[in-house]
């Protein structure tokens, strides 16, 4: 069983920046995506990775703010989160997909974590 692992979540004020990370053993088996959920709201897809590194896709609400990137040696995906909004508030989730495509993209993710929250007040 795999089990990602978020971090970096916090309180910050509308325009801050937030670098969440997502940890997991096995890493380079898996594309990696960041979705999140508002309260009282489903959970939204937010970013995704392949496992090469050589593809990455975005929500649009989060186009030219967000930038997601991983490090396989360190078994590390990060959220680069910048000109965070009172609406980016959420918990952020990291999900692990096996695949075998080094580029490829998929959308259903077979492990999850528990969950980072964020906070943008404005």
């Known amino acids: 069983q795999v089990q990602p692992v978020e971090s970096g979540g916090g309180l910050v004020q509308a325009g801050d920046s937030l670098r969440l990370s997502c940890a997991a053993s096995g890493f380079t088996l898996y594309a990696v995506g960041w979705f999140r959920q508002a309260p009282g709201k489903e959970r939204e897809f937010v970013a995704i990775?392949?496992?090469?590194?050589?593809?990455?896709d975005y929500a649009d609400s989060v186009k030219g703010r967000f930038t997601i990137s991983r490090d396989n040696a360190k078994n590390t995906v990060y959220l680069q989160m910048n000109s965070l909004k009172p609406k980016d508030t959420a918990v952020y989730y990291c999900?692990?997909?096996?695949?075998?495509?080094?580029?490829?993209?998929?959308?259903?993710?077979?492990?999850w974590g528990k969950g980072t929250p964020v906070t943008v007040s404005a």
């Open positions: 999900g692990l997909k096996f695949t075998v495509g080094a580029n490829a993209l998929p959308r259903g993710m077979d492990y």
């Open positions: 990775i392949s496992r090469s590194a050589g593809s990455a």
